[in-house]
Each structure stands twice: as C-alpha cells, then as structure tokens.
C-alpha cells in the first residue's frame, strides 16, 4: 500500500498490489483501462499504475458484474447508465445475500447427503434438493398471477420425471440463452436475428405452461418482459438490465406484430 506524498494525500495502490488483493493480474488490470472499464489514479514516470479508492470501488463493481456472467461491452453500459455508486453497490449486496442464501442451502442439502450415504441410512427428496426447488420464485408468482397458478404450475412440475425436469432446463438455457446472446449482440430489437429468439421463447413459453393458457397472451407476454426489467434477478439472467430492456422492447414489436 502506497501514498503520493504527504499525510493528507489519498492512498494509492500499484497495479500489482490490486492484482494480488483480487486474485486477478496485472495484464487484466491493463485491459479493463484499454476498453474503458477501469482508469487508473495515475500512471507513473515507468509507466506503472496507481489505483485510488474510487478505482477500486469500480473494480469491485467490474468482478461482482462479471461474476453475474456478464459481458465487459455490457459491463460498460451497465456502469455507464447506473453510476449511482450507493444504489448499485445496494443492489450487489441484494443480489449475494440471495445468492449466499442459496448456495447455503445447497451447501447443507450435500452434507446431509453425504452424512446419510456414509451411515446407510435414507433419504428424502425434500432434504436432497433443499436449495435446488424452483420456489424460490414464490412470492413472486402469487402476488402477480394468484395462488392458483403457483398451485399448477407446482402440481405439473412435480408431475415430471427427473428425466424431463432436465431437459426442460437445459431447453430453457437454451431459449433463454439466445435472446441474451440478442441482445449483447446489439441487433435491433425489429431484426430478425432478435424477432426469431423471440417467437422461439414465446412457443418454449407456452409448452412449458400446458397448465395455464393464459401464460402466453398478449398482456401476460409484456407484463413477462417488464418483470425481466424490473427485477435485477432476472435481468442478470438476460446480460443485465441494458440487455433485459432490449428484450423488453423486442418482446413489445413482436406481440404487435403477432398477437
């Protein structure tokens, strides 16, 4: 840990100290200043450079953005229009409290796995995948679209084999995954790279729901697209929310053009 000069003058780290307290590298550290990511305090006579306080809190935003699978372009947009530090550094602590939740959970389901298989004794399917359910999406689901379609959908879930519970995630990775790939891409949210990700995710939609046909309207498809928007969960799925709001609009011209 380095300081310019005099008692009052901000600390400064060298580009190998934050390297070393980040588990990254140097040659890293130098990229992410190339594409416009991270700008350096200063850079030395040698050519060395020297990262402030603000520059590490903007590091911490890059690998927490990064660890959500996000692209370093979308990284960049998402640093560029939120750059509020308070509320997106609120927002991080939401998004690991959840996810630390999670992987606790997943963390003492294993263990008790493994306790039991040791010692012979059984298992049950509720203590095995504790932390592995789809319910984690709850509250959301009654409070938008009513006990009822969360009874259904649970009933037709659990009416699955493991067998087609796995192909229905890796076909939802996959439907999922192309409008994400759309909208990093930055095709126009009319063109027809992004329109066919589009009609494919709405079919997925609707075959995924055999127990509500209301799943796939016109007003259920928009409110859909909104709550990928509004809900960072969701929008990390999507590239974050620059991504999540191109596929909101790209989801708005294909319902106009086929609802």
Same mark, same amino acid.
């Given at each position: 840990?380095?300081?310019? /000069?005099?008692?009052?003058? +901000?600390? =400064?780290?060298?580009?190998?100290?934050?390297?070393?307290?980040?588990?990254?590298?140097?040659?890293?550290?130098?990229?992410?200043?190339?594409? *416009?990511?991270?700008?350096?305090?200063?850079?030395?006579? %040698?050519?060395?450079?020297? #990262?402030?306080?603000?520059? @590490?809190?903007? @590091?911490?935003?890059?690998?927490?953005?990064?660890?959500?699978?996000?692209?370093?372009?979308?990284?960049?947009?998402?640093?560029?229009?939120?750059?509020?530090?308070?509320?997106?550094?609120?927002?991080?602590?939401?998004?690991?409290?959840? =996810?630390?939740?999670?992987?606790?959970?997943?963390?003492?389901?294993?263990?008790?796995?493994?306790?039991?298989?040791?010692? *012979?004794?059984?298992?049950?399917?509720? !203590?095995?995948?504790?932390?592995?359910?789809?319910?984690?999406? =709850?509250?959301?689901?009654?409070?938008? $679209?009513?006990?009822?379609?969360?009874?259904?959908? !649970?009933?037709? $879930?659990?009416?699955?084999?493991?067998?087609?519970?796995?192909?229905?995630?890796?076909?939802?990775?996959?439907? %999922? /995954?192309?409008?994400?790939?759309?909208? =990093?891409?930055? &095709? +126009?949210?009319?063109?027809?790279?992004?329109?066919?990700?589009?009609?494919?995710?709405? !079919?997925?939609?609707?075959?995924?729901? +055999? &127990?509500?046909?209301?799943?796939?309207?016109?007003?259920?498809?928009?409110?859909?697209?909104?709550?990928?928007?509004?809900?960072?969960?969701?929008?990390?799925? #999507? /590239?974050?929310r620059v991504c999540a709001e191109r596929i909101r609009e790209a989801v708005g011209v294909w319902v106009e053009r086929n609802l």
């Amino acid at each position: 840990m380095s300081t310019q /000069g005099g008692g009052s003058t +901000p600390m =400064e780290w060298s580009i190998q100290e934050v390297a070393k307290m980040t588990g990254t590298t140097s040659r890293t550290l130098r990229h992410y200043g190339e594409v *416009g990511l991270l700008t350096p305090a200063r850079i030395g006579r %040698n050519g060395y450079r020297f #990262y402030d306080r603000d520059a @590490l809190v903007q @590091l911490q935003r890059i690998l927490l953005l990064r660890g959500l699978g996000l692209s370093l372009p979308v990284i960049k947009q998402v640093l560029t229009e939120h750059t509020d530090v308070d509320e997106a550094l609120q927002a991080h602590i939401g998004w690991l409290h959840q =996810e630390r939740e999670r992987i606790g959970r997943q963390i003492a389901s294993v263990e008790r796995t493994l306790a039991a298989v040791q010692q *012979g004794e059984e298992l049950t399917m509720e !203590t095995m995948f504790d932390g592995f359910d789809h319910h984690q999406y =709850e509250d959301e689901v009654r409070q938008r $679209w009513g006990d009822d379609a969360w009874r259904r959908s !649970t009933q037709w $879930w659990t009416s699955l084999s493991a067998a087609e519970q796995q192909a229905f995630k890796q076909r939802a990775a996959q439907v %999922n /995954g192309a409008l994400r790939e759309a909208a =990093e891409a930055g &095709h +126009p949210p009319d063109s027809e790279p992004f329109q066919r990700a589009v009609e494919a995710h709405h !079919t997925w939609l609707g075959e995924a729901s +055999p &127990h509500d046909p209301a799943a796939t309207t016109r007003e259920r498809y928009l409110c859909l697209a909104d709550m990928y928007v509004a809900d960072d969960r969701f929008a990390a799925v #999507y /590239g974050g929310r620059v991504c999540a709001e191109r596929i909101r609009e790209a989801v708005g011209v294909w319902v106009e053009r086929n609802l």
